[in-house]
């Protein structure tokens, strides 16, 4: 098994910053793309920010220019600088980790983490 805990989340004026953090534990021999996904209050979760093992990142246009994701493959990690941060921010962000392999080329699975709640005031 594989767990994600995620940490950084917080309260926040808008215009301030947060960092989240994000780890994976477990029995784990690579992981494909770790993401991060937002879910406010009432509304279905979505796609924030995406990194692949190479590096590659995309991004979901209401935070071009204001997120950095990040990650670090020797830990297992993924991070999220949000800056510039708008009310419309404010939600529970989740770590993803897919297409985890726990040796070389066994079944790819997908995780979650629990959530981390990021609220910005105005």
């Known amino acids: 098994q594989v767990q994600l805990v995620e940490s950084g989340g917080g309260l926040v004026q808008a215009g301030g910053s947060l960092r989240l953090s994000c780890t994976a534990s477990?029995?784990?021999?690579?992981?494909?793309?770790m993401c991060w996904y937002r879910q406010a209050s009432g509304n279905e979760r979505e796609l924030v920010a995406t990194?692949?093992?190479?590096?590659?990142?995309a991004y979901a246009d209401s935070v071009k220019g204001r997120f950095t994701i990040s990650r670090d493959n020797a830990k297992n990690a993924v991070y999220l600088q949000m800056s510039g941060l708008k009310p419309e921010d404010t939600s529970v962000y989740y770590c993803?980790?897919?297409?985890?392999?726990?040796?070389?080329?066994?079944?790819?699975?997908?995780?979650w983490g629990q959530g981390t709640q990021v609220t910005v005031s105005s």
């Open positions: 477990g029995s784990i021999f690579s992981i494909a793309v």
């Open positions: 993803n980790a897919d297409g985890v392999r726990h040796y070389k080329n066994a079944p790819s699975f997908r995780y």
């Open positions: 990194v692949l093992s190479n590096g590659a990142t």
